[in-house]
């Protein structure tokens, strides 16, 4: 475990439109804003259709909804981000995964995202994974 | 997409006890303590009746636990909460929606709700999806 | 419902590795850094094996992933935390309940830990639930 200690922390509070990229327009807030370390911390709204990587699979599954957003979490950085969601459907039935570009708000989405200062986040192709893993600098870690 | 940089924030820990409702006691927490704009952002907890409205549904579903609450997000306003919850029965399987009254604390509910100053929100009936959307307004908009 | 205002906090990002217990990590950080009282804020990963209690059961069940993590949300205290969590599988299917000790990592976990201060949480045995119950100390409560 790596665990690093934050200073402040900034919130953006976000609503994103019928027909918005959801995962690119959290992007597009990363680059307008110039962020260098950000979180999900609170998400509501819907999806017309989702792009999700199952867990273990090699590229995302296109679903169609109408689906309820229930959870949306993770992190933002300029090397891009790593959210996961979890959607309802009109049985109330759930699925989830890893959050593609592609996945288009149905009637709204709120979202808060945190931004940390003095933080800077950086994602680095992990061999043990085979994925971009999160690099956490700015203050002295607490524990590694 | 509308994004507002907020500034400072204050959170407020609540702990619901059996028989409690979920949504109308983050109701009472905003009347009580006069907050302009707020979101969850951490729940834990559970509920012995939940009042759920799955996606594109014209209304709630009333569905019987016991469910642990493992996911509750949204944002809180004096015109009223948007949260979305996802629950888990007895046998692990998930459900999940827009939360509505008369969704009922089996055990506890443990919630950190955010305070955000400088910041207000209002909801306002949009046209284009049929719901009271969110408006947001305090600092200038980092972007619209 | 119990309220109570909190002033400042401080957010720990951890990063997890491959084969560490996800619980136990979170324990590790409240020991370590001597945190009093603390949430989950967001946490993006996954895990190869999970111990969930789900609702209402006697004990946890565990189960073989890999699993993305959709969703951790709860409460860190030095009497131990309260931690929820939604996972999903190769076909995105979701499943969730109350995390126990034994939910080990797959490739990575990126979580934020928010610590507040000026706050204290503790847990004491309810009769009426039977289970460990949080209590909050520290400022007066906003509503008792």
Known sequence: ?????????TPFILRLMPGEDL????EALVREQGLQAAYVA???????????????APAATKVEGPFEIVGLSGTLSRDGPHLHIALSDRDGKTIGGH??????IHTTAEIVVVALEDIEFSR????????SELLVSGFPPARE
Chains 1, 2, 3 share one sequence.
């Open 42 to 56: 609170s998400c509501v709204g819907s999806l017309k259709v989702a792009a999700i990587r199952f867990a273990d």
């Open 23 to 26: 995962r690119g327009s959290l």
């Open 124 to 131: 680095k192709k992990d061999e043990r994974t085979g994925y």
């Open 99 to 104: 959050l593609g570009l592609g996945s288009i």
């Open 1 to 9: 475990m790596i665990a690093v200690k934050g200073g402040g922390s």
